[in-house]
């Protein structure tokens, strides 16, 4: 008898410890734990943020078997006022161990699913890069590349007019140019130079920074079976564009666009007339700029591309040229008229910075110290900051330290005082990542949150690269490693931004195609522009932002009507696309 006693209680433990595991771990995922929703590296950091805890500890169960692997202790409580927050950081970095997990904390819940494995962000930092695959203009998107994205080609761009803010006596108002290939902007279906010129300087230094990790990255495009690397291939896609775009005389047209922003429809139902507008000195200067980063990294390539390279030199000799007759063309889109243009402007009437980059990268690719004299890069270095696309002397920063090796035995560049100025800015990064209750650097100024604040995420990510790779030194890896978990959900609005990636991840972005295919998914691997307390799409919005989004933090909105706060753009792709990879490419 007391067997059966002693059976029946062990039973009915049992199914309490069951029935007590299943409710602990199959609960919905609670919304009050961020945290990277797709993976960490097993030596590297894994921290989550938990909002108004009751509890002091929180376990890593294993999402299979519900087994708790690790507990820990939840740090101080503490405010963050850019989201009007108290949090707990739960830090389980100790834990090792590779697999599936939750973060259960008592009271609160479970997070959503993430991995701890070697190669934990490939897949996120290779879709981002694909993605600029999905903004090709003037082709097919086949399926065999595209998956079920696959789309018929909009905007061949063979019969584009030059309008009369951009004619010349051999290129008459009215007349037809040819300018196909390049990258739709944003989510909408215009090509800007401007835009293009940070973009392809941070994919090409990514290249520069880590040749041997970017050459043996596959993305299956047209172009993977060739001799090129893929970001190589991608890339020349939009270069091809910047080409057709400089004029005979060396100046470089502003943007190539429609009058009128397209509604949201597919690109091959976009039909309204393209036209060319001003030639300008801030995009004849990025262009000036990009491609002389472009020739020395096709010099390589010279069998494959003969006589790339050096037609790329020469156009940006032509294009800097220009910039320096014309330093103060500056494009200013309320003079258009017939047709007047209302879309995006890029206007930018300070382009010190486009002449500093330009001349550095001038300077690096030639070898003549002239281009480095102009540049006049050691006479204000508290202007270099983080780069943005009105902003991007700090380009300069990072090629001049990359290339040192060429010149460090000359005098006359002083790469200890630049190096200086990186390692204090990304210093400042880190000292406020330690102080900060989300423990990311993001929010070290309360600018860091205006439109497309998560390339400011990134950018800041990409600065922290530079520093580990200047030093080594762990803190700036750690640092940068933050900023891609607040891309991926460590954030305060819970949110994955990466399309695709993330159980609650961007759906809805302001992105033409992916709002106009009839396919649920949005096209995968697109950033999202991030908290805006600005919000400027607030009247188009019906009164969806409320409450919740009065904090600058939280200031988003998973829908397409929220141009400011959940567009796409290239330029904020960018640096996600590099700092997601650089981080691979250092953890592998």
């Known amino acids: 008898m007391q067997n059966l006693k002693t059976l029946f209680f062990l039973v009915l433990l049992s199914s309490f410890i069951t029935a007590s595991g299943q409710n602990r771990s199959s609960e919905k995922a609670s ?4 945290l990277n929703q797709v993976g960490f590296y097993p030596e590297g950091p894994k921290t989550a943020v938990i909002v108004n805890p009751k509890a002091q500890t929180f376990e890593i169960i294993r999402a299979g078997d519900h087994k708790k692997v690790f507990s820990g202790n939840l740090s101080a409580a503490k405010e963050w006022p850019y989201s009007g927050e108290t949090v707990k950081q739960a830090d389980f970095s100790a834990y090792t161990t590779p697999g599936k997990y939750l973060l259960h904390v008592p009271g609160t819940g479970n997070s959503y699913p993430f991995s701890i494995e070697n190669h934990a ?37 063979n019969k584009v007019k030059v309008h009369n803010s951009a004619a010349t006596a051999t290129r008459p108002a009215g007349s037809l140019i040819s300018s196909p290939k390049g990258w739709y902007d944003a989510g909408d279906y215009g090509k800007y130079v401007v835009n293009s010129g940070i973009t392809m300087g941070t994919l090409f230094s990514l290249f520069e920074d880590f040749p041997e990790y970017m050459k043996n990255l596959r993305l299956n495009i047209p172009e993977s079976d060739n001799q090129l690397p893929d970001i190589l291939d991608e890339t020349l896609w939009n270069l091809r564009w910047m080409m057709s775009m400089q004029d005979e005389d060396g100046g470089v047209y502003h943007k190539l666009t429609s009058a009128n922003f397209h509604p949201m429809v597919m690109p091959a139902e976009a039909k309204q007339q393209r036209w060319v507008v001003q030639k300008s000195t801030a995009a004849t200067l990025d262009f000036a700029a990009v491609s002389a980063q472009a020739s020395r990294i096709f010099k390589k390539y010279e069998k494959e591309l003969p006589g790339l390279s050096d ?44 002449f500093q980059w330009a001349a550095t990268e001038l300077f690096i690719t030639t070898g003549n110290a002239r281009y480095y004299d102009e540049a006049s890069i050691e006479e204000d270095l508290n202007s270099f900051q983080i780069p943005s696309w009105p902003n991007v002397n700090t380009l300069a920063l990072y090629s001049l330290l990359r290339n040192r090796e060429k010149y460090e035995d000359q005098n006359f560049v002083n790469t200890n005082t630049i190096q200086k100025h990186i390692l204090a800015m990304a210093d400042e990064l880190v000292e406020y990542s330690k102080t900060s209750a989300y423990g990311v650097p993001m929010g070290v100024k309360n600018s860091d949150f205006a439109w497309g604040s998560n390339s400011e995420t990134a950018n800041q990510g ?121 981080i691979e490419a250092i953890r592998e």
Not at 31 to 34: G, T, V
Not at 324 to 349: C, F, I, M, W
Not at 491 to 518: C, I, M, V, W
């Open 311 to 354: 037609s790329l030199l020469v156009m940006s000799k032509n294009a800097y040229q220009w910039a320096k007759e014309h330093p103060g063309k500056y494009y200013n889109q309320r003079e258009l008229k017939d047709p007047a243009v209302s879309t995006g402007a890029y206007g930018d009437r300070n382009v010190k910075d486009e």
């Open 121 to 157: 962000l490939k897949e996120p930092a290779k879709a981002s890069l694909k993605a600029f695959y999905y903004q090709r203009a003037s082709t097919d998107l086949p399926e065999k590349y595209a998956g079920k994205w696959a789309r018929m080609a909009g905007h061949p761009d």
């Open 462 to 582: 990409i600065l922290l690269i530079q520093a580990y790779l200047l030093t080594q030194e762990e803190k700036y890896l750690d640092a940068a490693t933050a900023n891609l978990d607040y891309l991926l959900g460590r954030n305060a609005t819970g949110y994955s931004f990466l399309t695709g990636f993330g159980e609650k991840s961007t759906r809805h972005p302001h992105h033409r195609p992916s709002e106009s295919d009839n396919i649920e998914d949005p096209v995968p691997g697109l950033l999202a522009g991030g908290p805006n307390p600005g919000q400027q799409d607030k009247a188009g919005c019906d009164n969806l932002y409320t409450e919740k989004h009065n904090y600058p933090a939280t200031s988003y909105i998973d829908e397409s009507c929220s141009y400011a706060s959940n567009e796409i753009a290239i330029n904020w792709n960018a640096p996600f696309v590099y700092l997601a990879n650089a």
């Open 31 to 34: 919304d009050s734990i961020r």
